[in-house]
Nanobody, 127 residues
Framework: QVQLVESGGDLVQPGGSLRLSCGTS????????ISWFRQAPGKEREGVAC????????LYTESVKGRFTISREYAKNSVDLQMNDLKSEDTGVYYC????????????????????WGQGTQVTVSS
């Protein structure tokens, strides 16, 4: 059973930074690709970034490129999302999810492909 636990959500001002963590087991990180999704009120859940454990590659949605960085943190057994220059439109509940295949632009960020989900962490960007 794959377990994912998100942490790090908070209230932050526009232009600020936050770091989210998706904690899980080392086995999960070695076998699964981990993606971050977010859902704003009244909107569909959208993919933000995906980390491929097999080759350490990453995918990002266009709106966060250059601002967000996804990475594996070996000491913590987590996949983190460093978010810089935050904007009000980044507000939402952030979820991490796992899939037993490499994230690829041909299908990512189709959330139907993901088998396991965390409970989510709230990020609010507001002055």
């Amino acid at each position: 059973q794959v377990q994912l636990v998100e942490s790090g959500g908070d209230l932050v001002q526009p232009g600020g930074s936050l770091r989210l963590s998706c904690g899980t087991s080392r086995f999960t990180l070695d076998v699964y690709s981990i993606s971050w999704f977010r859902q704003a009120p009244g909107k569909e859940r959208e993919g933000v970034a995906c980390f491929n454990g097999a080759n350490s590659g990453a995918l990002y949605t266009e709106s966060v490129k250059g601002r967000f960085t996804i990475s594996r943190e070996y000491a913590k057994n987590s996949v983190d999302l460093q978010m810089n220059d935050l904007k009000s439109e980044d507000t939402g509940v952030y979820y991490c999810a796992a899939v037993a295949r490499r994230c690829d632009p041909s299908w990512w960020p189709d959330r139907r492909e993901f088998d396991y989900w965390g409970q989510g962490t709230q990020v609010t960007v507001s002055s």
